[in-house]
């Protein structure tokens, strides 16, 4: 069974740090492009980055650029996003998903930046 | 703004039709593939339609994708009260080098 589990979220102020992990079972993790989407309270979906399955490629959305690094660990089935100078806009539940067609989500981690 | 455009909200009636819209550019739709979101509220997001008109495993005939140009429609058949939901379509934009979505379109069954 396909299966991606998020961990990591928390509260953190304004300028802070976080790093999400998202651990992948089911399927053969390095050969699949993984994305984070984050949806912001009572908002829509909005995607942030993706990495392919080798870690050779990756894209991020502007506003992220600079801020976010997104990682993968296939000896560990794992994806990172690492996330420093967090806004109050980065608020949001970060969903890991599987593929260029998001195939499989895990259930988010929710990221409050608040002082 | 949402860089892909679908309406806010639509409703119809139990057992009835509805087509939700989802339009764009060349650069996302017109060349690329299309997606569609199922999103029950608390609830993660569930893939209904990939590459602009296939079901995964599961996602019963009731829905249906198609796309022509720039602009996308998810077809819903026999509606349900389980189909009460936000549905968004997503693709790739070549042109920002990032995965978009629609803004979602919050269905209501009467």
């Known amino acids: 069974e396909v299966q991606v589990v998020e961990s990591g979220g928390g509260l953190v102020q304004p300028g802070g740090s976080l790093r999400l992990s998202c651990a992948a079972s089911g399927f053969t993790f390095s050969t699949y492009w993984m994305t984070w989407v984050r949806q912001a309270p009572g908002k829509g979906l909005e995607w942030v980055a993706n990495?392919?399955?080798?870690?050779?490629?990756?894209y991020y959305m502007d506003s992220v650029k600079g801020r976010f690094t997104v990682s993968r660990d296939n000896a560990k089935n794992s994806l990172y996003l690492q996330m420093n100078s967090l806004r109050a806009e980065d608020t949001a539940v970060y969903y890991c998903?599987?593929?260029?067609?998001?195939?499989?989500w895990g259930q988010g981690t929710l990221v409050t930046v608040s002082s | 703004q949402s860089v892909l455009t679908q309406p806010p909200s639509l409703s119809a009636a139990a057992g009835q039709k509805v087509t939700i819209s989802c339009s764009g550019r060349t650069s996302n739709i017109g060349n690329n593939h299309l997606s569609w979101y199922q999103q029950v509220p608390g609830r993660a997001p569930k893939l209904l339609i990939y590459e602009n008109n296939k079901r995964p495993s599961g996602i019963p005939d009731r829905f249906s994708g198609s796309k022509s140009g720039t602009s996308a429609t998810l077809g819903i058949t026999g509606l349900q009260t389980g189909d009460e939901a936000d549905y968004y379509c997503?693709?790739?934009?070549?042109?920002?080098?990032?995965?978009?979505f629609g803004g979602g379109t919050k269905l209501t069954v009467l």
């Open positions: 997503g693709a790739w934009d070549s042109s920002l080098s990032a995965g978009v």
């Open positions: 990495i392919k399955g080798d870690g050779s490629e990756i």
């Open positions: 998903a599987r593929a260029w067609a998001l195939d499989f």
